[in-house]
């Protein structure tokens, strides 16, 4: 069992913290080995020793830039023993990147300690305050003992932190003893002494993990037509339909043709056709899709064509319809009259966000229907814009299949603080798609994570409000009343051992599963408010 012991979590807030060194003249990127006025050279190990994707600078906003990532191996600072830093990087130009986040190699390592940055804006060569890493993220993968963690391509690393497009990079990691983990950190770093410690006279110090890297992504640019990300949600319509007597759960069947546990079944859909298109839907983008994602695009053919950027909302008599189409036989004649199940919410597709198709796993795995969803944060800041959120999910798509070696992005969805809704893990937004969100409980579950940071900060209404909506709409495609319980299975984890049968709220936030602070204590309260508004979109 991979066990994530409880220690200190660092937060993506930025940190007031006194800086420790003078920040670097701007240097030219277009060479390895360039000058800053300084007259300190850039280290050619340090720019990039290793390259996943299309690199190079980029010469101004373009549409279908390919993203890249840049990986620099953390070394001994031997002149920041002031602020107790053992390990990290000292103030270097790097190519273009706007997320990043410290990986090592073995993924059931925890890392006893606290990771900072701070980045150099390319925009106006101004340096950031020093901002904390969320420390603790693996626990957000698969199951122990699936073959998405058994690969042998799974890593160890931090939560993904947003700073926007950068130039410039400083790394700092900072030791500290073993120590409880508070229920929820300190959000700047004044109010507590958790991770200041380290250095001589600091007591016994956690030894760190193995390998440790900077990973710099750079999320690239979608398509011309790329969906608008910071739009305003469209109105729903037919919120809160009363509903008939309380509907059974549906069988051992979540979806068209679903694969059943035990044994991951995987669905490689390569080269599948749409469906005819729908009226009122969005044309899809034009131009040559590649195999991969006319795959991915297929797998949501019972719903929109293939090529469509976004899924439309319904109103809840459409969506009613839509159940008994994609359910078929499998709903009694009462259900078919009367289902609980929220208006199917608008979903910007992966083809929307500008997934680059070629990064996961081609096949699909599919878990065998959805009793619960777990709420996640991202843990990656709040400093974005709506309109950036499809680049930030570029991002993390990039982070977890190229830096953490899993097969795809680890949520099912995400939710942008416009409360605008994503297609997350391909295979299909109203199929039983298995995740890697909430280690030990990915099966038969779906993971909803909203961008940001919450630990501190109150999401927003809008938010919450999609979160309500999806839970709505997803969980009522199989049966399940939001304000009750279910019995779920660990696969294994710190808070539950594998095989143990556990009673869990069927909507629960990521700590209700696995000792952690994810989805952050603002969110984690409002996990009740979405559960009542879910029961009243699906008319409960």
């Not at 390592?109 to 969320?134: M, N, Y």
């Not at 603080?417 to 297609?423: A, H, L, S």
């Not at 209700?512 to 009740?528: E, I, V």
Request: charged share 20%; net charge neutral; hydrophobic share 35%.
């Amino acid at each position: 069992m991979r066990g994530i012991l409880a220690s200190s979590i660092g937060v993506t807030c930025a940190a007031a913290l006194a800086l420790p060194l003078a920040p670097p003249a701007a240097a030219s990127v277009s060479s390895v080995s360039s000058v800053s006025s300084a007259g300190t050279p850039a280290p050619v190990a340090d720019v990039a020793t290793r390259t996943v994707g299309t690199a190079g600078a980029r010469t101004g906003a373009r549409a279908d830039v390919p993203g890249s990532t840049q990986s620099l191996p953390l070394r001994p600072l031997t002149r920041d023993r002031a602020s107790g830093a053992v390990l990290g990087l000292t103030p270097r130009t790097v190519r273009t990147f706007s997320l990043l986040g410290v990986v090592w190699e073995d993924p059931s390592v925890d890392l006893h300690g606290r990771v900072q940055v701070r980045t150099r804006a390319a925009s106006t060569g101004d340096w950031t305050d020093w901002q904390d890493v969320e420390t603790h993220y693996t626990q957000h993968g698969a199951d122990p003992d699936s073959s998405e963690a058994a690969s042998g391509k799974a890593r160890g690393a931090t939560a993904p932190l947003w700073v926007g497009e950068s130039d410039g990079v400083e790394v700092r990691v900072l030791p500290e003893p073993d120590a409880g983990e508070p229920e929820d950190v300190d959000p700047v770093g004044t109010g507590s002494d958790e991770g200041a410690s380290g250095g001589e006279g600091a007591g016994e110090v956690s030894t760190l993990p193995a390998g440790m890297r900077l990973d710099l992504v750079d999320p690239g640019e979608a398509e011309p037509g790329e969906s608008a990300g910071g739009a305003e949600p469209q109105a729903e319509l037919g919120e809160s339909e009363g509903g008939a007597e309380p509907q059974a759960e549906l069988g051992e069947s979540g979806g068209p043709e679903p694969q059943a546990e035990p044994g991951e079944s995987a669905e490689g859909a390569e080269g599948a056709e749409g469906a005819e298109p729908a009226e009122g839907v969005e044309v899809p983008r034009t131009g040559v899709m590649t195999a991969a994602a006319k795959a991915a695009s297929a797998a949501n053919s019972a719903l929109v064509p293939l090529g469509a950027t976004e899924i439309p909302s319904l109103t809840a008599e459409e969506t009613r319809e839509e159940l008994v189409a994609l359910r078929g036989t499998g709903l009694t004649e009462q259900q078919q009259a009367k289902p609980y199940i929220g208006p199917r919410p608008s979903i910007v597709t992966r083809r929307g966000w500008g997934a680059d198709e070629s990064l996961r796993e081609k096949s699909f795995v599919y878990t065998s229907k959805v009793k619960a969803a777990f709420v996640h944060h991202t843990a990656s800041g709040n400093s974005y814009s709506c309109s950036q959120a499809p680049s930030l999910i570029r991002g993390f798509y990039r982070y977890h299949t190229k830096s953490l070696g899993w097969r795809d992005i680890g949520y099912n969805f995400l939710v942008d603080k416009c409360g605008r809704i994503y297609e997350g893990r391909a295979g299909g937004v109203a199929k039983p798609v298995k995740g890697a969100h909430t280690m030990g409980f990915n099966s038969k579950t779906t993971g909803i994570a909203v961008i940001g940071s919450y630990g501190s900060k109150k999401p927003s209404s809008k938010a919450v409000k999609a979160v309500a909506r999806l839970t709505a709409w997803k969980l009522g495609l199989h049966g399940m009343n939001p304000k009750k319980k279910t019995s779920l299975t660990s696969g294994g984890g710190n808070l539950y051992a594998k095989g143990k049968k556990v009673k869990m709220k069927v909507i629960s936030g990521h700590r209700d599963g696995f000792n952690t602070s994810c989805p952050g204590g603002k969110l984690h309260k409002k996990l009740g408010s979405v559960r009542s508004k879910a029961a009243g979109y699906q008319g409960r």
